[in-house]
């Protein structure tokens, strides 16, 4: 196993611009992705309709103006969902018109929550079983999902808008997994710059530094699944590693969103290219990062670990 301070660079602000190549699988106008429902939905397919079910029964409650904005736009992702994995889904309702209140409803609150991650238990096991079409669609479906349950908490994170999906292009499996250990590392440099930014709160440092170690966990999961094969050679560090350090807070929190937005389309196709064993750590780190880039002033992604279009 590698060390655990030992970066494994190949190129910071190269893997924060990079838009891996693809083919559509859901263009924005029309959607048509397999795969197609059989005579049994698969147990993704019937947990995607009871998710949809559940938000379009919540919307009968009175939200706060946040959340029913981040109501609306699962929504909008759940009918993009339900198209890429053919499952039917009908419009939903207008809506409650009463007046909004201040506060959200706890018991309706846990209620998403819950609906939300049981999905996403649904979507990982889909993901990572090997019997449907189009696994890292699911791998993606399941970081949305632990994404959009923290931001009910508080959901004034920017979200992204409608997009085409991507499928990411075939990777051979040893160079998507080094991609992915490389990315890692990258993440790993790039928060610890950000850490020592002057003026960061005490308790942003101490999430920064939390961030480390999650990607140090990371890592260390990858290399384990790897097994007794040989672990992929570090990548010496490109001149292009040496990113500037931030000067002030605001810099801090974007760069960390950055690099850890970053892994995402990377950890992607390595999940979609690499040794079945990798693909539950890597389907880990997809989603802690999902989920923590909002954190930081990034968007919650409609897809995450598939590539822009």
Do not use: K, Y
């Not at 949305?144 to 075939?170: G, K």
């Not at 590693?241 to 390595?270: D, H, S």
């Amino acid at each position: 196993m590698l060390g655990r301070r030992r970066f494994l660079g190949a190129g910071l602000a190269g893997a924060a611009g990079l838009a891996l190549p693809g083919c559509a699988l859901v263009p924005p106008a029309a959607p048509t992705l397999a795969p197609s429902p059989a005579s049994t939905p698969l147990p993704g397919q019937s947990a995607l309709a009871t998710l949809r079910a559940d938000l379009e029964s919540a919307t009968a409650v009175p939200w706060p103006d946040p959340h029913a904005g981040l109501l609306a736009w699962a929504l909008g992702v759940t009918a993009d969902q339900c198209a890429a994995v053919s499952v039917p889904v009908a419009s939903p309702g207008a809506g409650p018109s009463e007046q909004r209140p201040e506060a959200p409803d706890a018991a309706a609150l846990s209620a998403l929550h819950g609906a939300l991650l049981t999905a996403g238990e649904a979507f990982s096991a889909q993901a990572l079983a090997g019997t449907a079409a189009h696994p890292l669609l699911w791998a993606a479906m399941t970081a949305w999902t632990r994404a959009t349950a923290a931001q009910f908490d508080d959901p004034t994170a920017h979200r992204e808008p409608a997009r085409s999906v991507l499928d990411a292009a075939e990777q051979a499996p040893d160079a998507a997994l080094q991609a992915a250990l490389d990315a890692l590392g990258e993440a790993v440099h790039g928060i610890e710059l950000a850490a020592g930014t002057p003026g960061l709160g005490a308790d942003e440092v101490a999430a920064a530094r939390a961030r480390i170690d999650a990607w140090f966990g990371h890592r260390d999961a990858l290399t384990d699944a790897l097994g007794p094969t040989p672990t992929p050679v570090p990548t010496p560090a490109a001149p292009w590693f040496e990113v500037p350090r931030p000067g002030e807070p605001t810099q801090a929190r974007a760069l960390i969103a950055r690099v850890e937005a970053a892994t995402m389309p990377i950890l992607g196709r390595a999940f979609a290219f690499g040794p079945n064993a990798t693909r539950p750590p890597l389907l880990e780190a997809l989603a802690d990062a999902a989920t923590d880039v909002p954190r930081w002033g990034g968007l919650v992604e409609r897809w995450p670990g598939l590539p822009v279009s």
